[in-house]
């Protein structure tokens, strides 16, 4: 016998479950969630501070049918799962009282077996995804092998093109869509993502007259930072059309056309060599852990004998795992393809590719503090996210985001930046015997 929530369930028993019953057994234990189910069964205590609610049968098709992250976001994101208690643009204390619900939860066979005859004929209905959603890896293969350009463009088309001015309102006026910097505990988050750029170019060492490259760019701030703090020329590429556009429009409108550039364009296009540094910061997430070797040695063969790579990327917190690792609803709705692993297996593959690396650092808990801030904007701009991307979509990034900042919290995954040089022939990596960039 266990004792799960305020209901004890007997796993040898032969009866059928309630809705609320069945549900509970795939949820997992809870104390501050009460499941109500359209059939009028609940499960949980009278008090709980948040309520979730099943409101049609779909939601049970759709949890039943894949009892894990992507049941669960199919049902949410659908409107067949509401949440009394949180913010849909920041449902992150849901996922602090049920982890469960974003990870699979694998009752016994008996009572998985006593659950699946309670959904009768439920579970083996499969309802359409919603149309966030994308095609499974399989169906995808249709647009070309994973990583290839075609299906690459694709993957990057559906999370980055979203909206520019959804994005506007997420992230802010620096329009970085990547892990910021705090300095101090009471840096803003404008304050800590000017701070990052400003760190990355510090540990590239930028002067003025040099020449950077900034490989998935985003909005170009980056560039833009480069180019008006350090005095450098800088060239950067993304996959978004919406992101080269957005930023060839801000580099004019800064007066820094002629020293700046973004371009549409995939970073494996780039035709100039000779730049003095490469920023990669965000891409390598998308690239596939087996296509290191050659993204590594591509961005090698751009930089002058002496240049230098920052390599700024989300990481497992282990290397045992090849990088193909899927969560469901991550995989579905936010990142299709994407890969990680650990930053043991990223430090190996830039020194077999002929880097020497002369620093690491680990930001997880600073992406935590980022994705809380994002998370307040959507809360903060919700109405107009909502009429911008519909509801469903603006669901999606809201649980994503509170999901990945509960991740880096209990370092389920991390951020790390990784700094090498194109040591020259001679040894010299023309690089300070102690790093001069400051924290």
């Known amino acids: 016998m266990s004792v799960i929530g305020t209901l004890r369930i007997d796993p040898g028993h032969s009866n059928p479950m309630s809705v609320g019953e069945a549900v509970a057994m795939l949820v997992g234990p809870q104390d501050q969630l009460r499941i109500e189910a359209y059939d009028g069964s609940s499960y949980g205590p009278d008090d709980a501070p948040m309520r979730l609610r099943l409101r049609t049968p779909r939601a049970v098709a759709y949890v039943a049918g894949a009892p894990s992250s992507l049941g669960f976001a199919r049902a949410y994101v659908a409107g067949d799962i509401d949440v009394e208690g949180v913010h849909p643009g920041d449902p992150y204390p849901l996922l602090c009282a049920a982890e469960t619900l974003m990870e699979p939860h694998r009752p016994s066979p008996s009572q998985a077996v006593r659950a699946l005859r309670s959904f009768g004929r439920l ?14 890896p399989l169906r995808r293969a249709v647009n070309g092998l994973r990583h290839s350009r075609t299906r690459d463009a694709d993957a990057i088309h559906h999370h980055y093109d979203v909206s520019n001015r959804f994005y506007e309102m997420v992230l802010g006026p620096s329009m970085a869509y990547t892990c910021a910097c705090y300095p101090s505990d009471d840096s803003t988050l404008e304050q800590a993502q000017e701070h990052k750029f400003d760190l990355v170019a510090r540990k590239l060492g930028l002067r003025p007259g040099m020449r950077l490259l900034d490989v998935g760019c985003g909005w170009g701030g980056m560039v833009r930072h480069a180019v008006r703090e350090y005095g450098v020329t800088a060239l950067g590429v993304t996959l978004s059309r919406d992101q ?115 620093h690491e650092e680990n930001l997880r808990r600073h992406y935590a503090r980022t994705l809380a801030a994002w998370c307040d904007n959507l809360v903060e701009n919700w109405d107009e996210c909502v009429a911008e991307v519909g509801l469903g979509t603006a669901k999606v990034w809201g649980l994503y985001m509170a999901g990945s900042r509960l991740g880096f919290e209990r370092r389920q995954i991390e951020l790390h930046q990784v700094l090498g040089t194109r040591t020259d022939e001679g040894g010299d990596p023309h690089f300070p015997m102690r790093p001069d960039f400051g924290v």
């Open 123 to 136: 579970a083996l209905t499969l309802p359409e995804p919603p149309p966030q959603e994308v095609p499974s």
């Open 244 to 358: 080269a556009s957005w930023a060839q429009q801000a580099i004019e409108r800064d007066g820094l056309a002629g020293r700046a550039q973004v371009r549409h364009l995939d970073y494996r296009e780039v035709r100039e060599v000779g730049f003095d540094a490469v920023s990669s910061i965000g891409l390598t997430e998308h690239i596939g852990v087996g296509n290191y070797p050659s993204y590594f040695q591509f961005l090698l063969s751009r930089l002058r004998p002496g240049g230098r790579l920052l390599n700024h990327s989300i990481t497992r917190p282990d290397n045992k795992h090849p990088g193909l690792k899927r969560r469901g609803f991550i995989d579905r709705y936010v990142f299709p393809d994407g890969e990680l692993t650990g930053s043991g297996t990223i430090i190996a593959a830039m020194q077999d590719a002929g880097f020497e690396v002369q």
